[in-house]
Structure formats: structure tokens, C-alpha cells
């Protein structure tokens, strides 16, 4: 099981990014993925998620109308549309996945995912 996460870059102040996450060794249909990212020293944070079963879809309020998360279980990629990036976006951006259909409150706990990917970085910054 193996998850790839790539498109981080550095990018202005409300410009856009789509960061991607190639799942390999397992169907990706049958899990239920997030996206998290972490700043150095602090808690690795939710950003998005979609779960499994009713593929419903759970956004950190700090990303609301910005971020937009999709899956596509045919190339067993996950992705990460990012519009309108504040430099607050700046970030390591993880994406994870499990097996579980984990409840709504626990969608962004990192310890409810399995599998993780190595990170991409985001910069956002003039």
C-alpha cells in the first residue's frame, strides 16, 4: 500500500494549487480519504475528508468556499483543489486513507487513518 502526494509549490496570495494523491496497492474506492497538513512544531490538522460510504465530504472552517476535495477511484488518485490561498495556507500537506468509515467527528483525527502519504509543501507567500 503505497499513497504519492504531489503539486505542492509556492504561489502567490490568492492564486491556486491542486495537490494530487496516487494510491497504489489497494482500491481506493473502498476507502475513505483526507487531506491534513502540519507547520513545524505544531498538530497535524484536518483539512478535508470524504468517507467512504455516503462519500460525505467535511471541510475545516478555515478553508470553507476556498478548498475542494474530489477522488477519482478510476486512477485511484485523490485531489486537493486549493483557490484563493492565504499565506496561512502554508503548510506540509498530507493526504491519508482507511478502510473504516469513520463517524463525522472523528474524520479529522489523524489516528483514525491508516495509510499516509509523504507530504508536499505549500508556499504561499509574495
Known amino acids: 500500500v503505497q499513497l504519492q502526494a504531489s503539486g505542492g509549490g509556492l504561489v502567490q496570495p490568492g492564486g491556486s494549487l491542486r495537490l494530487s494523491c496516487a494510491a497504489s496497492?489497494?482500491?481506493?474506492?473502498?476507502?475513505?480519504v483526507a487531506w491534513f497538513r502540519q507547520l513545524p512544531g505544531q498538530e497535524r490538522e484536518g483539512v478535508s475528508a470524504i468517507r467512504r460510504g455516503d462519500r460525505k465530504t467535511v471541510y475545516a472552517n478555515a478553508v470553507k468556499g476556498r478548498f475542494t476535495i474530489s477522488r477519482d477511484n478510476a486512477k485511484g488518485t485523490i485531489y486537493l483543489q486549493m483557490n484563493a490561498l492565504k499565506p496561512e495556507d502554508t503548510a506540509v500537506y498530507y493526504c491519508?486513507?482507511?478502510?473504516?468509515?469513520?463517524?463525522?467527528?472523528?474524520?479529522?483525527?489523524?489516528?483514525?487513518?491508516?495509510?499516509w502519504g509523504q507530504g508536499t509543501e505549500v508556499t504561499v507567500s509574495s
Open positions: 496497492g489497494f482500491s481506493l474506492d473502498s476507502h475513505s
Open positions: 491519508a486513507t482507511t478502510s473504516g468509515n469513520p463517524i463525522y467527528s472523528s474524520m479529522f483525527q489523524p489516528t483514525t487513518y491508516t495509510y
